[in-house]
């Protein structure tokens, strides 16, 4: 497709369910990036990845959040379970090149996760 | 660490009028500077964008300048539109740290 495709766009999960967001960035761009952004705030920087190669993932909030890109391409970003200050709205990014920052990100319209 | 203020919305504003939306950081390094838009139902996109001191990114009529001195990256545009109505968010990039730091967001809101 034309933009980074994220889905589902909604999702509500009971307190205690995993959850697997997917993430189709834009064809050929190297860079990776999943945010999450709370109601009312900016988006926070949870991981990054170069290609396959998960290079960043000092914002991930504990262990039960985990993301992968295995070859490359489609990311998924998981979260074990479930609890309800999860909820918001989650971004992924892609940019053409490594490094990201000198060139422009584009962002998908984001994958809305209500714990309930 | 990185942090980023920005002017608390929503700001309402006529049709013409002149918007700033003010942003302030701190930075460990020497930062990259954003702006972001997000209007309804659509994903985050760039507006601009200023790399150096005394850069000033421009684009669809608005304007930031980077100032270093003040550590500041004040988001202007002369007339506003209602196409205008949206949630403007700051950020910033260090060295080449691979993520933005971004700010809380205002809400535009332009009526005729």
């Known amino acids: 497709g034309a933009g980074v495709s994220q889905s589902p766009r909604y999702k509500v999960a009971k307190r205690g369910q995993d959850v697997a967001l997917r993430c189709d960035p834009i064809?050929?761009?190297?860079?990776l990036f999943w945010y999450q952004q709370a109601l009312g705030q900016g988006p926070e920087f949870l991981t990054y990845?170069?290609?396959?190669?998960?290079?960043?993932k000092s914002g991930l909030p504990s262990d039960r959040f985990f993301a992968e890109r295995p070859e490359g391409s489609v990311s998924t970003l998981k979260i074990q379970r479930t609890q309800q200050e999860d909820s918001a709205v989650y971004l992924c990014?892609?940019?053409?090149?490594?490094?990201?920052?000198?060139?422009?990100?584009?962002f998908g319209q984001g994958t809305r996760l209500t714990v309930v | 660490g990185n942090s980023v203020t920005q002017m608390e919305g929503p700001v309402t504003l006529s049709e013409e009028a002149f918007l700033t939306i003010n942003c302030t950081y701190t930075?460990?390094?020497?930062?990259?500077l954003f702006w972001y838009v997000q209007y309804p139902g659509e994903g985050l996109q760039l507006l601009l964008k200023?790399?150096?001191?005394?850069d000033k990114g421009s684009n669809k009529g608005f304007e930031a300048t980077y100032r270093k001195e003040t550590t500041s990256f004040h988001l202007e545009k002369g007339s506003v539109q209602v196409s205008d109505s949206a949630v403007y968010f700051c950020?910033?990039?260090?060295?080449?740290?691979?993520?933005?730091?971004f700010g809380t967001g205002t809400r535009l809101q332009v009526t005729l």
């Open positions: 064809s050929g761009h190297v860079s």
């Open positions: 200023a790399t150096k001191a005394d």
């Open positions: 990845f170069q290609n396959e190669a998960q290079l960043d």
């Open positions: 930075a460990t390094g020497y930062p990259s």
């Open positions: 990014a892609s940019s053409l090149i490594a490094g990201g920052w000198n060139t422009e990100a584009f």
């Open positions: 950020a910033i990039a260090t060295g080449t740290a691979s993520k933005l730091t």
